[in-house]
């Protein structure tokens, strides 16, 4: 939305139906281009890359005692259960981060329904990060 002087109201709004009746030509060129075979080639790279990532995580989490409910798929998030190592997610993320330093995102931050005792872990980083983020979190859980 725009706040504009009533004046120029009827020419944006022309321009506004000109962007709004049909994707752009670049738009349109832009969504072609990822149906391209390498296009189609580097997204299959990065699903392979992410899978990886997560087939290391969930089972480093499990092995932790964070239980993942959940296998994540198409996301780049685990969500474990921290309640063997206490009440509270939010009290126990800051504990990882200080005595870890590992960042997880604490439950309640996605609403308060069952979400005390989750918490989540981005896996969006690279396999050696992510095996030196579970081997930080084994010392300070062990």
């Known amino acids: 939305w725009l706040v504009l002087p009533p004046a120029l109201v009827p020419a944006v709004e022309k321009l506004a139906q000109n962007l709004f009746i049909c994707a752009s030509s670049v738009a349109q060129h832009a969504a072609l281009a990822c149906f391209a075979p390498a296009s ?17 995580v969930v089972p480093g989490l499990r092995a932790l005692g964070l239980d993942v409910p959940v296998m994540p798929d198409g996301a780049f998030y685990a969500w474990a259960d921290s309640s063997r190592f206490g009440s509270s997610s939010w009290d126990l993320v800051f504990e990882l981060m200080d005595r870890a330093h590992v960042a997880l995102t604490p439950g309640r931050d996605f609403g308060r329904n069952g979400t005390e005792t989750m918490l989540r872990l981005s896996y969006a980083n690279s396999l050696s990060q992510l095996e030196e983020a579970l081997h930080r979190l084994r010392r300070v859980l062990a």
């Open 40 to 56: 189609i080639a580097e997204y299959e790279r990065r699903r392979a890359a992410f899978k990886a990532r997560r087939d290391l």
